[in-house]
């Protein structure tokens, strides 16, 4: 059997009709992972034991003929932001070496409870912060299309693992596109779900008011199927939403013919790569074709995104980042000999320098002088850009754009320029300021054959739209 095509749908057929059990599934997967993963790193802990009692539970349900589950022995990793009960949970990095933590995250106990099989823990930028894997203290993933190149970021290790095979599935996580960008470079899809849709107990918290948990997959059906089972009201989250959650596998199949499907110009502007914009637009021009209406809009206070981001959520982070005190958690500095010395210690040998750098950004803009000067404002255009899109929203069902300026950059070609790292994210952030769903699609290669991605973002709650039209991307790129 080729594991490198398995999805959610012919995993579990496999499964049913016995031609595989689940757990020889899931020790091909683990050598598959042991032999290649050397050169790609998309891994920074594996969970066998855990993984192969799961998969001997679905066997025992097969053997009885019991009804299975939706996910039934599916091999799904989990981006090492997201709490494992017993499972070494890093974050990416040094100060939580070695933190087992005492709870699952809500979306793990989620797909273990309708079957799915937890591989394991997958490579991420040091608390999420970056945009090309690079920051994760373990070292950095390399893109399985091209290994000189970065997979993108943070989820680079959840992209990756998906794009070689190394899993069926991923979760990740996207505060600023750190979803969608990765699985733009890795030629995956990765879906970032409405603020609120899947909780975010268990979740490491880099800026609460950004963070989303969301699938990545190698189809959209895929993705559709994922969120269907972590979505929903959590009493552990107050900020999840009790909106009933459709039947999103159902939603894909729903033809786009009549829908508006708006084209924001200020997305197609200075720094698009020449090829990305061909590979958008060919794919617009195939949205028509199906039947859909293409219509010009403006989002006018698009060029405020990225500074705006960045003020928000380095000052969410500097507050959540305070708890990491060698106390509570993970590393705690071997050489202090008072108690302030041990904070300073722990935090300064723990944390890696684009932490520290966004720390101290966050703590500047909260502080009392500044707070009215960065804060403030930068929450009152976040707010300018919420309406830039509920006008949006009135006049299409769906707004399409590159997920990403460029593709997949070499390994080391933007370490040195904080800012230009930043700007990989500038077609994503707004839809996190903003809240509502957003996912990123393969639509094309470049030349080089670097991985192409089309975003589609929606209204919120109306993942089921996002869904469909990023189906019909995926369907007229198979047929081309
Ligand atoms: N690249 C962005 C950042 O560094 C987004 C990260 C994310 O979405 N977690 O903040």
Known sequence: MDFSNLTIASTRAAIAEKRITATELAETVFKKIKSED???????????????????????????GDPLPPLA???????????????????????LDGFLPPYDCTAVERLEAAGAVI????????????????NSAYGPVHNPRDTTRVPGGSSGGSAAAVAAGMAVATLGSDTGGSIRQPASFCGVVGLMPTYGRVSRYGLIAFASSLDHIGPLTKTVRDAAALLGIIAGRDPMDSTSAGVP??????EINRRIQG?????????????LDAEVRAAVEAAIDQLQTQGAEIVPISLPHTPYAV????VIATAEASANLARYDGVRYGYRSPQARTLAEMYRRTRDEGFGPEVKRRIMLGTYALSAGYYDAYYLKAQKVRTLLARDFEAAFQRVNAIVTPTTPTAAFKLGEKTDDPLAMYLADIYTVTGDL?????????????????????QV????????????????????????
């Open 245 to 250: 959650v459709p039947d999103y596998e159902q």
């Open 119 to 134: 591989l394991g823990k997958t490579n991420c930028d040091e608390f999420a912060m970056g945009s090309s894997n690079e």
């Open 38 to 64: 050397s050169a790609i790193h998309a891994w920074l802990t594996l969970s066998e034991e855990r993984a192969l009692a799961q998969a001997q539970r679905i066997d025992d349900l097969v053997a009885k």
């Open 307 to 310: 500074p705006t981001y960045y």
């Open 73 to 95: 022995g599916v091999p799904i990793g989990i981006k090492d932001v997201m709490l494992t009960k017993g499972i070494r949970t890093t974050a990416g990095s040094k100060i």
């Open 457 to 480: 973002l929606g209204r919120h709650f109306d993942e089921g739209t996002v869904l469909q039209v990023a189906h019909a991307v995926e369907s007229s790129l198979s047929r081309a």
């Open 259 to 271: 829908l508006k499907i708006g084209v924001p110009k200020e997305y197609f502007g200075d720094g």
């Open 434 to 454: 903003v809240g509502v769903p957003g996912i990123s699609v393969p639509c094309g290669k470049t030349r080089a054959g670097l991985p192409i991605g089309l």
